[in-house]
Every structure is written in C-alpha cells, then in structure tokens.
C-alpha cells in the first residue's frame, strides 16, 4: 500500500450514521492507535488492553448514551481494509461482524492496523499528522480537535496538521459573516462584543448542529458566541433548551471561571437575533443536546 492510497482509504472510513445520530468510534479507535505508534507500543493489542481506554474517550468525545460498544469498531473496523484481528489458538474469528466482549476477553483477541499500513506510519510522522487531520476534520469541530490529541497523548500540534488529502464539504465562507450580522455582533450567551477598531475579536460563529453531522450552513443553525462559549457549546459543557435558554451540564465544575461564565447563565434566556427568521432550529438544538450535551443539565430542562 502507499501513503495515498491509505490517505484515500482513511478519507472513505465507513462511519455508521442514522438520523442524525454520531458514531465516532472508529475514528477515536485509530487515533488512539495513531498514540500508541508513536510511543513505540506494539502492533497488535488485547482488546481487554484497549477497552476501557476507548471506553473513556467514547464517553468524552462520544454522545452520551446508555451503555458503550468498544467491541464494534474493534471489529469492524476490518471491513475498512485498515484492521486484522488474532486470537490464541484454537478459537475461530468470525470472519465478519462484532464479537461480544466476553468472547474477545476470554478469547485474548488481539487488534490493530495491518502490517503495511503500520509500517508506513510508523515511519513517517509527518503520514501520522495526516491521518489525523481526516479523522479530526471529518468527524469533530475544530474548537475540540486539541482537546482530542491531548487525551489521546497524540504529539501532533492543530496547526501543523496537514489539510490538503482532506475531503470536506464545502462550507460557505459567507456563513460567518451573516451570523455575526444576525446577532448584532454580540455573543448570544453573554453579550460579549469588543473590537479592535471596527473588527470584532474572539466573536465565532458557531454551528449547532456540527457541520460534520450534516448541519447547514444557515441562520438558524448558527450562534454568534465569543471563542469561550463556543468551545464550552462544542464540548457539551452547555447547551440550548427547546425554550431557547442556555442549559449547564451537571458534570460541568470548575473554580475561577465556573460562576462567572458557566453557572450565572444557567436558564438565562438566549439574546435573540435581529429578525425572527433567524431563530435557532429547534431540530438543530434538540440534535445538540441529544448527540453533544454532556449528561444531564443543572436548569432541567
């Protein structure tokens, strides 16, 4: 394999997707093996090794559900042609489909990249930085792709990530610039507005629902909110109620900072736009609270 093909083949990762709902587990799988190439770990890992690391990154990267499956991109990521399993002798691996966690643990299954695809990565960095970009690009908003490294312990700054084998669709570079209209040039939460001269600074526009997941580039899908809120609505840390109010996530907690920009705006009302057409979505917002927002919320609704 060369080093475009296996960029093609990461852009063309099959990445389980129905109404609306994520389904980050494979991309979080590869780069957390993405870590463990960099730090010398062997090839192939017991999936008991990995799972409860990928558990955890499900639950911080992932929508919040009932229970987890680290055991299905495990597995199917094989289909991908990225992935081979192993397991000690005498017991068959299915050739296709999942494999309950019991029998992986029981079985001493073993994962990871293929033989080809490891040895190209593990000796080019600069191939490890591109991989990661498709899977950060495709899947997570660009507030959270360093938060992401960082838990994978990934050395990869977001800067120097390479962009130019990533397959995105197409924004409109005029988004921006209409929700920041909209708005007033004001953040929706908590009405921050300075400028330098007449350009405004730290103010974002920011998609409810992920550009990543589908969600248009429109009004009604955009907040104009300053860099902080932005990040905290990407990282779940808040969201939007269905009655347009800001909702805090029980798991949210902190010290300095907790109050001020966090906890004072619990079940405060959201600064409406300029025209009413441009109101949030309510489909848009329930997606976030449903696919982003972290547990449950402080206001309670």
């Given at each position: 394999m060369t080093k475009q093909q296996?960029?093609?083949?990461?852009?063309?990762?099959?990445?389980?997707?129905?109404?609306g709902q994520r389904a980050p587990h494979k991309p979080l799988l590869l780069l957390l093996t993405l870590s463990r190439i960099q730090h010398n770990k062997e090839r192939l890992v017991l999936f008991s090794e990995i799972e409860k690391d990928l558990t955890e990154k499900l639950i911080e990267f992932g929508p919040q559900r009932k229970s987890y499956y680290p055991e299905e991109p495990f597995c199917r990521l094989r289909t991908d042609g990225l992935w081979e399993l192993t397991a000690k002798q005498g017991f068959q691996i299915p050739p296709t489909g999942s494999i309950q966690k019991t029998i992986l643990r029981k079985e001493q299954v073993k994962g990871g990249l293929t033989q080809d695809i490891y040895n190209l990565l593990?000796?080019?960095?600069?191939?490890?930085?591109?991989?990661?970009?498709?899977?950060?690009?495709?899947?997570?908003?660009?507030?959270?792709h360093q938060d992401i490294l960082d838990a994978m312990g990934l050395d990869i700054e977001v800067s120097q990530q390479?962009?130019?084998?990533?397959?995105?669709?197409?924004?409109?570079?005029?988004?921006?610039?209409?929700i920041l209209q909209a708005y007033n040039y004001r953040c929706a939460i908590c009405g921050f507005d300075v400028r330098l001269g007449n350009t405004p600074i730290a103010l974002e526009a920011a998609h409810i629902m992920w550009h990543q997941a589908g969600g248009p580039d429109t009004e009604n899908n955009g907040?104009?909110?300053?860099?902080?809120?932005?990040?905290?609505?990407?990282?779940?840390?808040?969201?939007?109620?269905?009655e347009f109010k800001v909702i805090v996530s029980e798991k949210a907690n902190g010290y300095i900072g907790f109050q001020e920009w966090l906890l004072d705006f619990d079940g405060k009302e959201l600064r409406m736009p300029q025209k009413e057409v441009f109101m949030p979505d309510v489909g848009f917002t329930e997606w976030h609270v449903r696919e982003v927002f972290q547990g449950e919320s402080l206001y309670g609704t």
């Open positions: 296996l960029l093609e083949q990461i852009t063309k990762l099959k990445v389980w997707k129905k109404r593990k000796s080019d960095q600069e191939l490890i930085e591109q991989v990661a970009s498709i899977l950060l690009e495709a899947n997570f908003p660009s507030t959270i390479a962009n130019a084998n990533t397959q995105k669709k197409k924004r409109d570079p005029k988004f921006r610039g209409r907040l104009a909110l300053c860099s902080l809120h932005h990040k905290l609505l990407d990282r779940g840390a808040l969201g939007i109620s269905k």
